[in-house]
């Protein structure tokens, strides 16, 4: 699960590298594509559940799957990429957000704080602390800032499967659900509105956008509780 994080966050890092204004979101699958190949790794999103692509691009009021195509970046947008590879049985899951070019200060402090509250997240991956703990944290960072969790989405546990139990909604109070002990792995990833934490799915399936239209933002990590303590696997 490290070697497939680990290939899960060089791709994001080289995939952050071309994001700009003007690059088709179309053109960043085909770099996830080509890194694939290149690590002989099976892209985790293409047809999962019959979704069409290797990553999920997500812009501005779009929170998360949004679906590659030849629209262009543009300057002041807020991107979100999504990627999760399959490398011998073992998934690797990850996302980041990043601004194109200049971008609102509101839209910089939605990104610093969803990137905050999924360390706040990680932090709470300890022995004998509780699952909930772990979701109370994000929301508690993510609404001292005035911003909202999305709820209708949630972090998971990962393996030998992209998903599996439990299911790790990004709120609620501490102290409920399975206790945290060595050797279960997670994939924490907040998703946060600067607005209201409603949401719409667009018709094509898969793109989920705020009702209110406000601006999204979407971290993603897979981590492993150790004898030593927690490891983001798929941290470079
Ligand atoms: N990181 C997302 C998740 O864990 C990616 C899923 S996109 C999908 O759910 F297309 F594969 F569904
Ligand atoms: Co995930």
Redesign the pocket.
Known sequence: MHKANQIVAEALAEIKEHIRPDVETLELNALAEEICRRQKVKP??KH??G?PSSI?VSINDEV??GIPSHRRLQAGDVVSI?F?VRYDGYFG?A?LTVAVGEVSDTAQRLIATTEEALYAGIAQVVSGNRLSDVSHAVQKTVEAQGFSVIRD?VG?GIGRS??EDPQIPNFGPPGHGPVLQPGMTF?I?PMVSAGSWEIVVLPDG?TAKTRDGSLAAHF?HSVALTEKGVLILSKL
């Open positions: 985790a999103f999962y559940r979704y999920c998360v799957h999504d999760g899951d996302a989405f998971h992209l998903h994939a990833e898969w993603e």
